[in-house]
C-alpha cells in the first residue's frame, strides 16, 4: 500500500500531475478578494477566516475528479481491483495521497496568505490548526464522492454537486474555530466538532468507497 | 492449480450476455476462447477474474489466484518503464522486474517514461507486467493487439514458460499463436437466449 501511496504523489509531482493546481487556485482566491473587497482592513479582518477556509475548500475540491478518474481511463483501477490490496486500502492509500498533495500545501500556504487578508496574530494558530484537523476531512469526502462518479464521463460537475452539501459541516466548524481564534474567544467546542468530523469520515467513508467502487467496476 | 468453471452466467448491463458457460482449465494448460465480436468474452473474463460478479454458476479457483490483463495496459506516462513494473511488483509483493524487462525486450527502454513508447511497446509492458504478479491463472483479453510478429514470439515463449512452471492461461484472442496444447472454446454456443420478457424494476436497479 506504500508503494501506492509513492506513486500516487510521485505522479502528482511530475509533469501535468496537477499539483499545484488547488495552490495556485488558492493563491488566485486570497489574492483576489482584497481587491473585490475594497481597502477596508476591518472588513477584511472579519471575513478572512472565512475566505480562507473557502478557498481551501474550493482548491480541495478543484482536483478531486483526479483522484480515480485517470486510474479508471488507463485500466489501472481494474488491475488494482484484482490485486493483493483490498479496496478500503486502495481509497484510503488515494485520499492520503490527495490530501499530501493538496491538503498540505493549502495548510502550509495557508498561513502565508492570512497576512495578505489581515488575519489579527492571535489568529494564525488557530487557522492552522483547523486546517491541518479538516482538510483529511476534504480528501476522504472527496474521495468518496470521486468513487461515486467513476464510470461517469467528464463526471466533474455531478461530482462536485455531491461533494458540496457532505462539505458544508467541515466548513461551518473549521471557519468557527479560526474566527473564533482570531476574535481571541474560546473555541475547544468547534474544534472538537472539527476532529470529530474527521475521525468519522476517515473511519466509515473508505468503507463505502471501496463498496461503491466495486459497483462501479462491473 | 486447476480452475473449474461450472455453469456462469455473466450479465453486461443486467442483459444476459452467456449462460451455462463450462470449462476446465488443467494447471499446465492454455485455453483460447473464440467467438463474433460482442458475444460477451470480455464480460466472460472479466467475471472470472472477480472484476463482476456472475449471475449464477461458480468459478472454483478463489480470485487470489489470477492475473488479469485487460484491453488498458495501466500504465502511468510520466513514470518511466522501470517504475511502472516496479510499482506492480510491490503491489503483488514480489522483488524484481529484471526477468520480466527481460522477457519482452524492454531492458533498453527501462528508463524512458511509459507515454513515449509506441502502442506495441506499451502492450509489451502491460504483458510484462503479468510476469512480476506471480499469479498462477493469466487472464488475457486480446493480448496481441499492436503487437508485431516478433512480440507476438515473445509473448508465445512468455506464455510456455509460464505452462511449463505449472501455470496457466485463459485467453481470449483472434490469431492463431500457434500453442500447439491450447484447446479453443467457442463461446458461440453459450451465447443467451434473447429475452423478450424485461423485468420492469430492473430498468431503475
Redesign the interface.
Known amino acids: 500500500m506504500i508503494a501506492l501511496l509513492i506513486r500516487d504523489v510521485r505522479l502528482a509531482i511530475r509533469a501535468g500531475g496537477g499539483f499545484g493546481l488547488g495552490l495556485a487556485f488558492f493563491l488566485i482566491v486570497v489574492v483576489l478578494v482584497p481587491f473585490g473587497v475594497g481597502p477596508r482592513t476591518e472588513l477584511l479582518t472579519s471575513i478572512a477566516p472565512g475566505i480562507l477556509w473557502l478557498g481551501a475548500l474550493l482548491a480541495c475540491l478543484l482536483s478531486l475528479d483526479r483522484i480515480l478518474a485517470l486510474d479508471w481511463e488507463d485500466g489501472s483501477l481494474d488491475l488494482l481491483a484484482t490485486s493483493p490490496l483490498p479496496m478500503e486500502g486502495v481509497v484510503s492509500m488515494k485520499a492520503l495521497a490527495h490530501w499530501l498533495t493538496t491538503g498540505l500545501p493549502l495548510v502550509i500556504a495557508a498561513p502565508v496568505l492570512a497576512i495578505m487578508l489581515n488575519l489579527p496574530p492571535q489568529g494564525f494558530g488557530p487557522l492552522v490548526l483547523s486546517l491541518i484537523l479538516g482538510t483529511p476531512a476534504l480528501s476522504v469526502i472527496g474521495t468518496f464522492g470521486a468513487a461515486l462518479t467513476v464510470g461517469v464521463k467528464r463526471g466533474g460537475l455531478l461530482l462536485s454537486l455531491l461533494v458540496l452539501p457532505l462539505y458544508v459541516p467541515t466548513l461551518i466548524f473549521g471557519a468557527e474555530v479560526s474566527r473564533r481564534g482570531a476574535e481571541g474567544m474560546d473555541f475547544s467546542t468547534p474544534l472538537a466538532m472539527l476532529a470529530g468530523i474527521t475521525c468519522g469520515t476517515i473511519a466509515i467513508l473508505p468503507f463505502a468507497s471501496a463498496a461503491v467502487l466495486r459497483v462501479n467496476l462491473r | 492449480m486447476e480452475l473449474r468453471v461450472t455453469d456462469l452466467t455473466v450479465t453486461r448491463g443486467m442483459l444476459r450476455v452467456l449462460c451455462g458457460v463450462s470449462f476446465t482449465l488443467a494447471s499446465g494448460g492454455a485455453l483460447i476462447l473464440r467467438g463474433p465480436n460482442g458475444i460477451g468474452k470480455t464480460t466472460l473474463l472479466?467475471s472470472i477474474?472477480?472484476?463482476?460478479?456472475p449471475l449464477d454458476g461458480s468459478i472454483s479457483a478463489p480470485?487470489?489466484s489470477?492475473?488479469?490483463a485487460?484491453?488498458?495496459?495501466?500504465?502511468?506516462a510520466?513514470?518511466s518503464v522501470a517504475?511502472n513494473l516496479e510499482?506492480?511488483s510491490?503491489?503483488?509483493?514480489r522483488g524484481g522486474v529484471g526477468t520480466a524487462l527481460e522477457a519482452f525486450e524492454l531492458t533498453p527502454l527501462a528508463a524512458r517514461p511509459a507515454g513515449m513508447l509506441s502502442a506495441g511497446q506499451k502492450r509489451r509492458l502491460g504483458l510484462a507486467?503479468l510476469l512480476v504478479t506471480g499469479r498462477p491463472i493469466w487472464i488475457l483479453d486480446e493480448p496481441t493487439v499492436s503487437l508485431d510478429a516478433d512480440a507476438v514470439a515473445m509473448f508465445v515463449a512468455a506464455i510456455r514458460a509460464h505452462l511449463g512452471a505449472g501455470g496457466s492461461a485463459l485467453m481470449a484472442t483472434h490469431i492463431d499463436l500457434g500453442i500447439a496444447e491450447a484447446r479453443v472454446l467457442d463461446v458461440t454456443q453459450f451465447r443467451a437466449p434473447a429475452s423478450g420478457a424485461f423485468e420492469f424494476d430492473e430498468a431503475f436497479l
Open positions: 472479466r477474474s472477480g472484476l463482476q460478479p480470485a487470489e489470477f492475473a488479469y485487460g484491453h488498458a495496459d495501466g500504465l502511468k510520466t513514470l517504475e510499482f506492480w510491490s503491489i503483488f509483493g507486467r
